[in-house]
């Protein structure tokens, strides 16, 4: 158990829809991340926080938003759903200060897998 | 794109044979690290070696690292069929200032049998 806890598990839900994805990072870690894990597409960072401020973005699309909140939760908000944003999306968390953080391991949730019909 | 490149992209073996994976990377780096995956699971990391470190050893994984050519190579030794998963090489940006942005490779997806 990584300690690092997602919610909800699956999802499915209809093109043009909105959902919301939960993680709780393991305990004492600062920095949340988010991954997209698609067959196509491999796993792709989306952005990172750390201690509620955005320190880092990748690949992450505007229809996409998160959040860290003051008790370091995160959410991830997917909007205008599309087809091809089926994938498996994971929250990772680290104790790292997100400055070197490649020397910080990450710890992954199990992830959420999101199916748009 | 991908920093990191696993070959071979899959591998199959018998119980109790070793396994090897390789990963290529385009950029300097600070460290590597390996992650494994089992089906529908999070990952989780094994090793990280950095780029002054030429070999690292963990139980039944030894993971080198060889910055000249931009390789790492990770071993499983006595492989067990509890091993079968995809592994993945992660790589920070390049210039050792990163704030995320973990890259990883496309796995190797390896199958041992019992």
């Known amino acids: 158990d990584s300690g690092v806890t997602q919610t909800p598990k699956h999802l499915i839900t209809a093109t043009g829809q909105r959902v919301t994805l939960r993680c709780s990072p393991r305990s004492g870690d600062l920095s949340v991340y988010w991954y997209q894990q698609s067959l196509d597409q491999g796993l792709q960072f989306l952005i990172q926080?750390?201690?509620?401020?955005?320190?880092a973005k990748g690949n992450i699309l505007e229809r996409f938003s998160a959040q860290q909140f003051p008790d370091l939760h995160s959410e991830l908000n997917l909007s205008s759903l599309e087809l091809g944003d089926s994938a498996l999306y994971f929250c990772a968390s680290s104790v790292g200060t997100g400055g070197l953080i490649g020397n910080s391991p990450l710890h992954f949730g199990n992830g959420t897998r999101l199916t748009v019909t | 794109s991908q920093q990191g490149e696993e070959d071979p992209q899959a591998l199959s073996i018998q119980e109790g044979e070793n396994a090897t994976m390789n990963c290529s990377y385009k950029?300097?780096?600070?460290?590597l690290q390996w992650y494994r995956q089992n089906s529908g699971r999070g990952l989780v990391h094994l090793i990280l070696i950095r780029s002054n470190e030429r070999e690292k050893h963990s139980g039944r994984l030894r993971v080198t690292l060889d910055t000249s050519k931009k390789s790492s190579s990770l071993l499983i030794t006595a492989s067990r069929a509890a091993d079968t998963a995809s592994y993945f090489c992660a790589t920070p940006p390049p210039g050792g200032t990163s704030y995320g942005k973990l890259t990883f490779g496309q796995g190797t997806i390896l199958t041992v049998h019992p």
């Open positions: 950029t300097s780096i600070n460290n």
């Open positions: 926080y750390y201690n509620g401020e955005e320190r």
